[in-house]
Every structure is written in C-alpha cells, then in structure tokens.
C-alpha cells in the first residue's frame, strides 16, 4: 500500500512567487494536514482538513492557503514567498481527524527561497 | 513559548551505550506521543502514552510517562547507528504540537 505522498520533493523558488504543494493521503484517510519544519525545530502545525473542511489552523500569515478535494488529496498554497519561508512542508494523513487516531507522514517537500 | 521542552538539544554516543532523553511540559496531557525522524523523512510515530505512571516497550527503547501526566521520558539500551535520528514528542489535541526535539547521533 502506498503511504503518505508528497510531490515535489525538492523546489527552489525566489522571493515574491507563488507555490503549491501537492499531498496524496494513505487509501482510506479522509483527513490531512499540513506541517512546517524550519531546521533545528520540530514541524509546526498550519492546517488540518477532514472531509474537505478546514478543520483547524495554526500561526501562519494569510499568505498560506490550502485545500482539499474530493479524493481527499490536498494542496498546500503560499502566495508572495519569503526568505523565512524556506522549509520542509509536511503533509500528514490519518483516518479521520482528532486525538484518537495517530498521523502518517509523508517524506516531504524541500522549498529553498532565494 | 514551547509547550513542550525537549532536552537535550544534542546527544553523540557511541554504539552500545545508553541514552534518555527527556520532554517536559507545566501542562497536564491526556496523552503524549513519540516520533523519530531521520534526515529526509517525515516523523515516524513510535509509541503513545495515556496513562499517568505508564511505561511501554519497544524492543531496546522504553518510553515513560510521568505520573502526573506533565512529563515524558525515552530510554535507549545499547544504542545502535540505526537509532540515529531526530526524536521528538508530541502533544495530539486533534493537531499535533511538537516540541523542538533531541538530535541522537549513535557513533558506531
């Protein structure tokens, strides 16, 4: 079975563009969310969608935006990109959302702003 | 403020020794969760606890909550190179909050 998939792996993008980030869940889960990790510290909670609701959000500017679709995939916007946006962006997926159910994670995009 | 402190920052040892490292918290959990993370990978889910006191095992790790549910703890026996890796802890209020985890380096 295919786990969490993220794509792309790796992009560089300069200051002021846009991008967006592709998430597959695991067969079955119907909830995703979205997490950013800066070097030197554990990932940081952004979004979370269930059923193609938002669910939950975290600090992040309004210049972060995502959504889901109906195959419970998900995208991951950041418009007028800042250096201090270089990260690794997470997606998670589990069954449904909430504390009962545990998170898989996907590998990961590495965005590097210049 | 990190609701939850991770310490140490750092850990270097070498294969066949032990380590703990050690996530803290003012703030009672119903339930507390551990990952590893290796480089270019996402967190891996290891164990969750829920019960104050509890202790749980996986092979040579030993995790532990603390009775008052404010603290938990990771122990390794006879650390080996495929322990190196990124351990963090986690709080699940149907988000998770990590704390800034201990960096375990296992020298062989």
């Known amino acids: 079975d295919a786990g969490v998939t993220q794509s792309p792996t790796h992009l560089i993008k300069t200051r002021g563009q846009h991008v967006t980030l592709r998430c597959s869940p695991i067969?079955?889960?119907?909830?995703v969310s979205w997490y950013q990790q800066v070097l030197g510290q554990g990932p940081q909670f952004i979004f979370q969608y269930y059923e193609k609701e938002e669910r939950g959000r975290g600090n992040f500017p309004d210049r972060f935006s995502a959504r889901q679709f109906p195959n419970y995939s998900s995208e991951l916007n950041v418009n007028a990109l800042l250096l201090g946006d270089s990260a690794l962006y997470l997606c998670a997926s589990s069954p449904r959302g909430g504390f009962n159910y545990g998170y898989t994670f996907g590998s990961g995009t590495r965005l590097t702003v210049v | 403020t990190q609701l939850l402190e991770q310490s140490p920052q750092f850990l270097s040892i070498q294969e066949g020794e032990n380590l703990t490292v050690y996530c803290n918290s003012s703030s009672v959990f119903s339930s507390l969760q551990w990952y590893r993370q290796e480089p270019g990978e996402g967190p891996v889910l290891l164990v969750t606890v829920v019960t104050g006191g509890e202790v749980k095992k996986l092979k040579r790790l030993t995790f532990q909550f603390g009775d008052a549910r404010k603290d938990s703890s990771l122990h390794i026996t006879a650390a080996q190179p495929g322990d190196t890796g990124l351990y963090l802890c986690?709080?699940?209020?149907?988000?998770?909050?990590f704390g800034a985890g201990t960096t375990v380096t296992v020298r062989a």
């Open positions: 986690a709080v699940n209020d149907y988000k998770l909050s």
């Open positions: 067969s079955g889960h119907k909830s």
